[in-house]
């Protein structure tokens, strides 16, 4: 397989494409992504990300895991993406009402958790995987009144399109091909679409646009974390057939300019490296847009599932692909809340193994996936604000 150590290129770039968006059952008011997904070595893993909307805003990006999956800590984990994508939507609609209703911001400032649960065995088929409530933490320096404030901190929440992912219950559908033949599924609910064209062929062309055309530090690595055995989060201990633990995602994030936004994103649990992103709010120019990211997280999360599953179980997996499609919608037209659609996953595998194995994978994969977990139940976020630094009183939706 293809190694992330043998690329020469950015960890994300933007790089000119003209293939249609497949169909989606969504709405037609929706920012519609299809996200395709293929694994690397070991586990890595590399994804376009494609908006209907936006033609030409077609972004590459690449994955890792850290010591605690044995990866080679090359590029961001999955659920820093997920992390990013919501902290950046969130923030992203916070500016925009502020800058509809007048309001100049001098300062900015936000920190985000995000934890996960996962318990049970992979080898008797009931580990799960569980999320919890968001805790999201927003200062605000700006000339308005509290209640202005805390109808606009709390507003912000509503009308984000990424936190319908944690907040509403979806029923997440799903196709299999297994070395070139269709398989029918029994234990998740069937794709609304017909099967996609398998992704493999197209990666090997892409290249990044001309220099200048995206921000070239989109994605840097801002601290390395130190190797250690025999402890909670530790190496290899999250590829243990039985598990029981809490996953921990810490990212802080501050407006740098009238476009751009920037997170910093740590894993605390398991013990994980550091990363910076950026995001253009704009239009999406030179850094990938909020929603890029998160379904880029959705898409790279499952196919670690898929991945581990196939370890722990000794599976003999040549090559495995994923397309994801997925929507979401702004308040407005579909109501006084943002929403989401649910997300529409083609899993492409290749292997010496059954039907009923490779049937198994895509369940244990939904099952184990923090992202699917967190749309099979409700999570609305836990929001807490301060202006000019005083506690903010949040009114609930």
């Known amino acids: ?12 770039f933007k790089f000119d ?7 989606l059952d969504a709405p037609d008011d929706a920012q519609n992504f299809r996200v395709e997904v293929r694994a690397l070595e070991g586990m890595q893993k590399e994804a376009t990300v494609r908006q209907s909307e936006r033609s030409g805003q077609t972004w590459r990006m690449v994955s890792d895991e850290g010591p605690y999956l044995n990866g080679t800590d090359l590029a961001p984990f999955p659920l820093a993406f997920f992390a990013a994508g919501l902290h950046f939507c969130y923030m992203t609609q916070l500016v925009r009402l502020c800058r509809n209703r007048g309001l100049a911001l001098r300062g900015l400032r936000s920190g985000q958790d995000t934890r996960y649960t996962m318990t049970g065995s992979a080898l008797k088929g009931d580990m799960t995987g569980a999320g919890i409530p968001v805790d999201l933490e927003v200062a605000i320096d700006a000339e308005l009144s509290p209640e202005a404030a805390g109808e606009l901190v ?26 070139g033949g269709t398989v029918k599924l029994t234990d998740q609910a069937d794709s609304p679409n017909a099967l996609f064209p398998d992704p493999l062929a197209g990666f090997d062309a892409i290249r990044p646009t001309p220099t200048g055309h995206f921000h070239p530090n989109i994605i840097t690595k801002t601290e390395t974390v130190e190797v250690q055995h025999g402890v909670t989060g530790g190496a290899g201990s999250s590829l243990k057939a039985e598990q029981k633990r809490t996953l921990h995602v810490r990212s802080d994030a501050c407006l740098l300019d009238n476009d751009l936004l920037q997170t910093d ?3 605390f649990q398991p013990l994980g490296s550091s990363f ?15 929603l890029a990211y998160l379904s880029a997280g959705i898409g790279f999360c499952y196919m670690t599932q898929l991945g581990r599953y196939a370890h722990i179980t000794k599976q003999k997996l040549q090559s495995m692909r994923i397309v994801q499609t997925n929507g979401y919608t702004q308040s407005g037209a579909a109501g006084p809340n943002a929403a989401a659609t649910a997300v529409d996953t083609h899993v492409y595998i290749d292997a ?5 194995v490779a ?15 967190s ?11 301060t202006l000019n630094g005083k506690p903010l009183p949040v009114p609930t939706a």
Do not use: W
């Open 1 to 12: 397989m293809p190694r992330l150590q043998d690329f020469k290129t950015p960890l994300v």
């Open 17 to 23: 494409d003209k293939s249609p968006i497949a169909a």
């Open 154 to 179: 709390a507003r912000a929440l509503a009308e984000s399109p990424g936190h319908a992912v944690m907040r509403d219950l979806f029923r997440n559908t799903f196709a299999l091909q297994l070395n």
């Open 265 to 267: 994103i740590r894993l």
């Open 276 to 290: 910076r992103f950026l995001s253009d709010t704009s239009m999406g120019d030179t850094a990938p847009p909020p």
């Open 352 to 356: 010496d193994e059954s039907d009923d």
């Open 359 to 373: 049937r198994k994978s895509v369940k244990m994969g939904e099952q184990t996936c923090f992202l699917h977990a």
């Open 375 to 385: 749309m099979r139940e409700a999570y609305p976020t836990v929001l807490r604000a």
